[in-house]
C-alpha cells in the first residue's frame, strides 16, 4: 500500500457500522474546512466541506461536525461499505483568495467485511 | 481526478540529474500547486501558480522550481534531484475564490 499509511492511526469498523473519523484543527481563525479520502495509490478526493458559520453538514452517507469552541473536525461515515476503506484527512483555511491550506496527516480506515 | 492528469507517473532517478514533473488541467481553473506528500507529514505545499507566469513560494521550495507558460499546464523542476526529494508529489488545482482544491493522482518519484 501506500507509504503514506505508515505510522498513521487506525480505525478498524465492521462493514454496515458507522464510523468517525476525528481532526483537531490548529488556527481558531481558520473559516473553511474540508475532508478528503485517498485510496492507496491514489490522489486526495474531496469528500465534504464546512463553513466555521455551520456546526453540521450533511452529504451521501457522510455527516461532517464542527466544534469550533474546541478546534474539533469529525466526519461520520453511514454504514460503512468495503470501498470506503482509505485514509482520510482534514484540511483548515482561513479567508478568502489564496491563503495556505494546512493538512493533517490523516486517519486511516480499515472496514473489516 | 477533476480533469487533470500527470506526468509521469513513476520515476526513478540517479542524484544530481535534473527532473521535470508535468501537471495538466482541462477546467481552466487559475490556480494550480505542486505538493509533496511523505510518511508523518501532511501534505506540504513546494509552489503555486495564481495564473499565467505567476509564481509563488510554499513552505518546502528549496531545491524545486515551477513554470506556467499557460493556463492548462503548471511544471515542477527539481534542479538537481537529491535522495530527500524522493516522494510522491501531487498536483492540485481550484477554481476563482481558491478553495477547495482538487488533486491529480500523483508521481511517484525515487531518488537513488
Known amino acids: 500500500g501506500e507509504s503514506v499509511g505508515l505510522h498513521l492511526p487506525t480505525l478498524s469498523v465492521q462493514e454496515g457500522d458507522n464510523s468517525i473519523i476525528n481532526c483537531a484543527y490548529s488556527n481558531s481563525a481558520s473559516d473553511y474546512f474540508i475532508w478528503y479520502k485517498q485510496e492507496s495509490g491514489k490522489g486526495p478526493q474531496f469528500i465534504i466541506d464546512i463553513r466555521s458559520n455551520m456546526d453540521k453538514r450533511q452529504g451521501q452517507r457522510v455527516t461532517v461536525l464542527l466544534n469550533k469552541t474546541v478546534k474539533h473536525l469529525s466526519l461520520q461515515i453511514a454504514a460503512t461499505q468495503p470501498g470506503d476503506s482509505a485514509v482520510y484527512f482534514c484540511a483548515e483555511k482561513r479567508g478568502r483568495g489564496y491563503q495556505k491550506v494546512t493538512f493533517g496527516i490523516g486517519t486511516k480506515l480499515q472496514v473489516i467485511p | 481526478d477533476a480533469g487533470i492528469t500527470q506526468s509521469p507517473r513513476h520515476k526513478v532517478t540517479e542524484t544530481g540529474t535534473p527532473v521535470t514533473l508535468r501537471c495538466h488541467q482541462t477546467?481552466?481553473?487559475?490556480?494550480m500547486y505542486w505538493y509533496r506528500q511523505d510518511p508523518g507529514h501532511g501534505l506540504r505545499l513546494i509552489h503555486y501558480s495564481y495564473g499565467v507566469k505567476d509564481t509563488d513560494k510554499g513552505e518546502v521550495s528549496d531545491g524545486y522550481s515551477v513554470s506556467r507558460s499557460k493556463t492548462e499546464d503548471f511544471l515542477l523542476t527539481l534542479e538537481s534531484a537529491t535522495s530527500s526529494q524522493t516522494s510522491v508529489y501531487f498536483c492540485?488545482?481550484?477554481?476563482?475564490?481558491?478553495?477547495?482544491?482538487?488533486f491529480g493522482p500523483g508521481t511517484r518519484l525515487l531518488v537513488l
Open positions: 477546467e481552466n481553473h487559475r490556480y
Open positions: 492540485a488545482i481550484s477554481g476563482r475564490d481558491s478553495e477547495t482544491q482538487y
